[in-house]
């Protein structure tokens, strides 16, 4: 292989790794979206999770408690539910995208507040 095959292989990888990692940050939902997936977070997330998510019927939601989980498998959790459990799926409710977003806050701590709480 020649020098210029292994630079365009190189730049395409580098290509592939930078689509990957923004793929995995959520866009950012409307803000009328926004209130209205905190509003679920804190209402209904947080009638099992805890009102201020830090635990109950549901583990804590918070980011200590999520440090290390893959952000994969909370979305899939959050989407699909739990089979056997309490945690129903909220698919019907949100998208990918809007679960990762939530997910993504929580990770770091920012939950999204309610307007006008």
Same mark, same amino acid.
């Given at each position: 292989m020649g020098a210029d095959a292994v630079t365009a292989l190189a730049r395409g990888v580098a290509l592939g790794m930078l689509l990957a990692a923004t793929a995995a940050v959520a866009a950012e939902p409307p803000p009328?979206?926004?209130?209205?997936?905190?509003r679920l977070l804190h209402d209904d997330c947080g009638a099992c999770h805890g009102m201020t998510l830090?635990?109950?019927?549901?583990s804590p939601l918070t980011a200590a408690a999520l440090a290390g989980k893959p952000r994969d498998g909370l979305v !899939?959790?959050? $989407?699909?539910? &739990?089979?056997?459990?309490?945690?129903? *799926?909220?698919?019907?409710?949100?998208?990918?995208?809007? !679960?990762?977003? $939530?997910?993504? &806050?929580?990770?770091?701590?920012?939950? *999204?507040?309610v307007p006008g709480r």
């Open positions: 009328t979206r926004r209130a209205e997936l905190a830090q635990g109950g019927l549901g !899939a959790t959050v $989407l699909q539910g &739990r089979p056997g459990t309490a945690m129903p *799926p909220w698919q019907p409710f949100m998208t990918q995208d809007e !679960a990762l977003w $939530l997910i993504e &806050r929580l990770q770091a701590g920012q939950a *999204p507040a």
